[in-house]
């Protein structure tokens, strides 16, 4: 998991040990797996996402 954001290796981690995939995460957010992969790689910021996604995986996030 190269190049991912603390942001994005954290939810990353949870996804594995909740066996959650990012098309899931995708669906939820009504925006595309390669978008979640760009948020998680901070080459999008998705501030408008990242609460939701620390919702969804039941994660701590402070923006």
Do not use: D
Request: proline share 2%; no cysteine; hydrophobic share 40%.
């Amino acid at each position: 998991m190269q190049n991912y954001t603390e942001f994005g290796l954290e939810a990353r981690r949870i996804m594995l040990l909740k066996n959650i995939k990012m098309t899931e995460i995708a669906r939820q957010l009504g925006i595309s797996v390669t978008y979640v992969g760009e948020i998680f790689k901070g080459t999008r910021p998705g501030e408008k996402y990242k609460a939701r996604i620390a919702e969804i995986l039941e994660m701590k996030f402070i923006s």
